[in-house]
Nanobody, 116 residues
Framework: QVQLVESGGGLVQPGGSLRLSCAAS????????MGWYRQGPGKQRELVAT???????YYADSVKGRFTISRDNAKSTVYLQMNSLKLEDTAVYYC??????????WGQGTQVTVSS
């Protein structure tokens, strides 16, 4: 089992920045692929970025060059640095942990609102 707790969401103006954090507990963090997903109003949940146990990262086209995923295995924490935020980045952001044979786990979500 993996427990995930997100933090760092909030209200920000367009062009601003936020950093989300996701603290994990309950299993060996470094062996999991960690990811961030988001679900905007009236939209399906979508993948934002992932970081594998080997440090390989992936980004959705919509956030490339603006968002950065990173992980600190010693702190069992994954981060999402979000820069140049746009109105369309408004969503609930969810942390995800997955490992083949061990399951997929979700955090409770943190709201990010981009508004002027």
């Amino acid at each position: 089992q993996v427990q995930l707790v997100e933090s760092g969401g909030g209200l920000v103006q367009p062009g601003g920045s936020l950093r989300l954090s996701c603290a994990a507990s309950g299993s060996i963090f470094s062996t999991y692929t960690m990811g961030w997903y988001r679900q905007g109003p009236g939209k399906q949940r979508e993948l934002v970025a992932t970081s594998t146990s080997g440090g390989v990262t992936y980004y959705a086209d919509s956030v490339k060059g603006r968002f950065t995923i990173s992980r600190d295995n010693a702190k069992s924490t994954v981060y999402l640095q979000m820069n140049s935020l746009k109105l369309e980045d408004t969503a609930v952001y969810y942390c995800n942990a997955k490992r083949v044979g061990f399951g997929t786990f979700w955090g409770q979500g943190t709201q990010v609102t981009v508004s002027s």
